[in-house]
T-cell receptor
């Protein structure tokens, strides 16, 4: 079955610390991959996307993600977290024009 | 550009009532989607449309209906509301040149929070 897994439901990091959010997918072919961020009461905003080429992609707000085919992973990273990064993050896959989402990871940032 | 606009923002329904969630986009996107978001469950695809007159079921279509008479509008209909339909509903759109090519990322509306009691 097709799935997108985000194993961490909640993560708390200190402001200034580095961040890595995990995402694994299970699809036959290499899908198109995305990370979205959702602030409370808002819709989802695109952070970055991968569909071919360089496996390390840069996004907005200083985020980056690395596609690893051998691990079926697309982890999101940020070297130094800011308090404004506190939000919920969703990994998503575009598989034949249907977008499937993981269950999300809530990020808390400690001052 | 308004992007994707959803109305209403909030609604409370009684069990068995019906309602239509409205969604319109002004980006001339051919693909439109309805998702529901429940705590800890992420977003689940209800229905989607690849163009005017064409709709198809997603992961959780039961209890819902859609239509797509124009490129801009993609309303979601709840005929007999049930407590299990209490959720936040998001409409989204994207563009694809054809069915074999890559879609643009999804553009989301701000959601409709629906409570069924």
């Amino acid at each position: 079955a097709q799935s997108v897994t985000q194993p961490d439901i909640h993560i708390t990091v200190s402001e200034g610390a580095s961040l890595e959010l995990r995402c694994n997918y299970s699809y036959g072919a290499t899908p198109y991959l995305f990370w979205y961020v959702q602030s409370p009461g808002q819709g989802l905003q695109l952070l970055l996307k991968y569909f071919s080429g360089d496996t390390l992609v840069q996004g907005i707000k200083g985020f980056e993600a690395e596609f690893k085919r051998s691990q079926s992973s697309f982890n999101l990273r940020k070297p130094s977290v800011h308090w404004s990064d506190a939000a919920e993050y969703f990994c998503a896959v575009d598989n034949f024009n249907k977008f499937y989402f993981g269950s999300g990871t809530k990020l808390n940032v400690k001052p | 550009n308004a992007g994707v606009t959803q109305t209403p923002k909030f609604r409370i329904l009684k069990i068995g009532q019906s309602m239509t969630l409205q969604c319109t986009q002004d980006m001339n996107h051919n693909y439109m989607y309805w998702y529901r978001q429940d705590p800890g469950m992420g977003l689940k695809l209800i229905y989607y449309s690849v163009g005017a007159g064409i709709t198809d079921k997603g992961e959780v279509p039961n209890g819902y209906n859609v239509s797509r008479s124009t490129t801009e509008d993609f309303p979601l209909r709840l005929e007999l509301a049930a407590p299990s339909q209490t959720s936040v509903y998001f409409c989204a759109s994207s563009y694809s040149r054809d069915s074999d090519s890559y879609n643009s990322p999804l553009h989301f509306g701000n959601g409709t929070r629906l409570t069924v009691t």
